[in-house]
């Protein structure tokens, strides 16, 4: 039997689960934004509703083995708390007889949130002694942490070695539904929308994708890549020189198979990389030396937006222009809005977390989309069509 959390009794039991909990925190420690946290309550309501015993374990920041206080888990217990309405317990360390202790007088449906895992550097090296140590922690092991998926890290992979029942969180079963069907039977036509400041990272995905949609959308610092690649003057624009060449390797697979890729025709550039420095609108054609391309133009947002308004499956990664200023942010607001209007008319769209979730939240859109992913590198990599430890270590138990 495929066991889930639907299905399994959790009365009375220690219910390991590991989440992610890896929120941004300011100077002073405080939680700036708790997304992370509140998208893994559904999997620990469940628990507590069914009478388990909870025990929560998760990453922060990159401490790389060492005790930093600045990266304890404890202002996310606090949150939790307030976020639950009740007392989350909060241990010292994640390993150990004192916290086998505090897990063993913990009551049905109490939570206890365990210490940063990566103050020990065994955490990161999927040490098998510290994954059995972790182990010890429960009787069943939930995997909600979809951020940490594609790190073949202890308490995401070696730790189902020495688990009986590992079972997948709400958050994790959301995750593959919505992006596997993107790669198992998108409804077409498929647009993807890529960005971002680099190809590097994301070439895998574009060959990946190219062979499963009916258009490639791309925009942001990597086209200028791409421009290059065309022979075209650039001036200072962002540019990966070492991956000219497989920006044309890209193109000419394009040509040959006959695939949609679309790359801005016009943009907006600048004399410097400042907010308020000396702009203008022009064709892709006419970058002069000394200037860099900072967003993607109006006549290019026409023709993305009509891309777009055809999909009846989206997946959007990477911001079309340098957003975090507000003179190059138009380009990525008008791809936010028009995925907003493609969904209300019944498209699937999915946004694959970093800074295009961050944009889409910056404008009031998150509920306007059908799914924005919670795991930035573990999106794309699933997208790439690689198997996520995370993923393959609870799948290898059933
Ligand atoms: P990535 O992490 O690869 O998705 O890149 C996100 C970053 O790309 C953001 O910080 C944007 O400011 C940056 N970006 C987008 N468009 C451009 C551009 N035309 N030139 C330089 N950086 C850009």
């Not at 979809?146 to 020495?162: N, Y």
């Not at 890729?261 to 030396?289: C, R, T, W």
């Not at 907003?340 to 944009?359: F, H």
């Not at 699933?382 to 393959?392: A, D, Q, R, V």
Request: hydrophobic share 40%.
């Amino acid at each position: 039997m495929k066991y889930s959390i639907d299905n399994i009794d959790f009365k009375d039991k220690k219910v390991l689960i590991r989440v992610d909990f890896n929120v941004p925190l300011d100077k002073d420690c405080s939680i700036t934004d708790d997304t992370r946290i509140k998208a893994a309550l559904p999997t620990i309501t469940k628990v507590i509703e069914k009478g388990g015993k909870v025990i929560l374990m998760s990453h922060l920041g990159r401490p790389k083995g060492k005790v930093i206080p600045e990266m304890s888990l404890k202002p996310v217990s606090v949150r939790l708390g307030e976020l639950l309405n009740t007392k989350v317990l909060m241990a010292d360390d994640c390993i150990g007889n004192k916290v086998l202790q505090q897990i063993d007088s913990l009551k049905s449906g109490e939570v206890l949130l365990l210490e940063n895992l990566r103050f020990h550097k065994e955490e990161e090296a999927n040490d098998e002694k510290f994954a059995s140590e972790l182990a010890k922690n429960g009787e069943i092991y939930i995997n909600d942490a979809f951020g940490s998926a594609h790190r073949a890290h202890a308490s995401v992979a070696g730790i189902c070695k020495f688990m009986d029942v590992c079972i997948f969180g709400y958050l994790m079963e959301k995750e593959i539904k919505f992006l596997g069907n993107l790669i198992v039977e998108p409804e077409r036509p498929f647009v993807a929308i890529l960005g971002g400041a680099k190809i590097s990272g994301k070439i895998e995905l574009i060959n990946n994708l190219l062979d499963k949609v009916d258009s490639i959308l791309i925009g942001g610092g990597m086209a200028a890549t791409f421009f290059k690649a065309q022979g075209k003057e650039i001036g200072d624009s962002l540019c990966e020189e070492d991956k000219v060449s497989i920006a044309k390797s890209i193109l000419e697979k394009v040509e040959k198979e006959n695939r949609k890729l679309l790359l801005p025709v016009d943009g907006i550039i600048v004399d410097s990389f400042d907010n308020n420095a000396m702009k203008k609108v022009v064709s892709v054609d006419e970058i002069e030396p000394g200037w860099r391309f900072m967003d993607i133009g109006e006549a290019t947002v026409k023709i993305f937006k009509e891309e777009i308004a055809k999909a009846k499956t989206v997946f959007w990664n990477g911001p079309m222009g340098v957003f975090e200023m507000d003179n190059f942010a138009k380009g990525t607001s008008a791809i936010g809005y028009a995925l907003a209007e493609v969904t209300e008319k019944g498209a699937t769209t999915v946004i694959g977390g970093g800074d295009s979730a961050a944009a889409i939240a910056k404008l009031g859109l998150k509920s306007k989309v059908t799914h924005v992913s919670t795991g930035g590198g573990a999106s794309l990599e699933f997208l790439e069509g690689k198997s996520l430890p995370g993923i393959e270590a609870i799948k290898s138990k059933y």
